[in-house]
């Protein structure tokens, strides 16, 4: 049996009306997701994200490209053309800032990655609870003690 991969040299990606497109260098083959209030109303479900360091992606369209706020200390970024969610991002020093998260559904190849992390378990909606595959799962506590400027998300 095969390891699994660990990076991947390039990947692509880019929203639905393609508009806006991305390049990643040295991409993690690791994906997380977030069960948190926010990211369940941004997306509809829960963020299933791929985390990258911001300086890999390279973005063609940027000017399709809008953001907004989401607290002090992050930001969401989607298509001002078609509306699809394109990245959240840490803006504030924490245990997550220097990353960008790309949902794993913009990737025009999202096959290959594992699950390695689950955040905010505490809040998964009941019917919607991951199988435990020996993943890090963390509860709204736990990201807090991580990174506490995360407050009342």
């Not at 497109?21 to 994906?31: E, K, L, M």
Request: net charge negative.
């Amino acid at each position: 049996m095969t390891a699994p991969r660990a990076v991947f040299d390039e990947a692509k990606g880019g929203c639905l009306c393609g508009a806006v497109r991305f390049v990643a260098r040295d991409v993690p083959a690791t994906f997380g997701i977030c069960h948190c209030p926010m990211c369940r109303r941004w997306t509809g479900s829960a963020l299933v994200e791929v985390s990258i360091k911001t300086e890999n992606i390279t973005w063609e369209g940027a000017e399709h490209i809008a953001t907004r706020a989401g607290s002090d200390w992050a930001e969401r970024a989607w298509c001002r053309e078609c509306g699809t969610g394109l990245y959240f991002r840490q803006t504030k020093k924490g245990e997550w800032f220097g990353s960008t998260d790309l949902p794993l559904g913009i990737f025009d190849d999202p096959n290959g990655f594992t699950l390695t992390h689950e955040i905010f378990t505490d809040h998964t909606p009941d019917g919607f609870e991951i199988v435990d595959q020996g993943h890090k799962r963390l509860t709204r506590a736990d990201v807090v003690a991580l990174n506490p400027d995360v407050g009342e998300t």
